[in-house]
């Protein structure tokens, strides 16, 4: 009750004090619970207060967060351009490349294409080429077999001669003439041989030349009747490639130089005898990769008057220095030692 109701109820009433009392005290508690309220009140407004400064601490803190969020968008954002631009970058070049790839495969396209035209030329080129090449062949074998034919033809001519020349020594009674006819023989028989080997040979322009001279010189000792136990021949060929026109030449050669051993080298050797006596036949390269033919004996050696090789007075000799001319190459005798020996070299013509 406030003080003007008091004074109001004082001025109209009689109140006892007690009752004053009372209304003080009512006045008071009201004026407590009224307090009660207030700081109950405030406390409400305080802890409104603390909430709020809390809330205001969390409202900063996300608002700090956002703003972080947000520079972090920002420089994703960047990054995200960026990658962007690469990309389109990328694309542009791929774009390029893709124009030049289409330029390549179309420049591939028009290779394949004229490869194609190119092939089918090609083609009939080798076609006409295998049979150009077949007609070769045949020509080719067509020659050759005329050729064998050729040298067959010549070998048997040149038999023939031969039994010719020794159907006629039957008549000859002179020793001279017959020793002529004997010559005649071997180089008739030289030739022919090489015409056989020929075609033996599966070359037509390559014998199997250490062969061709054993065959020659066994028929040489045969000639001469002389026994291979007696006069040992000693050859040492290489397989050297000679055409015919340096073959027959040098079987010239060696025909009349061991058939001049044979006859004159071993005079005191007897076919029961112990000595025995070497013929030596040798082809070979030399340093300067000319040819050198070498055939020596170990007999009695050169007459002391015989020095002039190149000017000789026997047949035989003068035959070997015109084939020597042929071959353009040059002779010369090595005297060192036992018996003679003669070394032709010249350049082969292969």
Known sequence: MSAIALKSAEETSHISPGDYTRAILNILEDFSEEKAGLERTQ???INIIDDSSMEKMNLEGAQRAVLNILEDFTNEKGRLEETQRAVFNVLEDFSDEKFRLEGTQSAMLNLLEDFDVEKAKTEAINKELISKEERLRLTLDEKENLLKEIHHRVKNNLQIIHSMLNLQMSYVRDEAAIELFKESKNRVY???LIHEKL???ESLAMIDFPEYIRSLTNNLFLS???SEAVIIPKINVE???LDIDTLIPCALIITELISNSLKHAFPGLSAHGDMKGEIRISLRHDADNNLMLTIGDTGA???AGVNNVENPKSLGLKLVNVLVNQLR???RI????QGTEFVIVFKSKR
């Open 43 to 45: 406390r409400a407004v």
């Open 190 to 192: 030289s030739i022919a």
């Open 199 to 201: 075609y033996q040979s």
């Open 224 to 226: 001469y009747g002389v």
């Open 239 to 241: 397989s050297v490639a």
């Open 301 to 303: 050696g050169m007459p």
């Open 329 to 331: 190459g040059t002779i």
């Open 334 to 337: 090595g005297r060192g030692g």
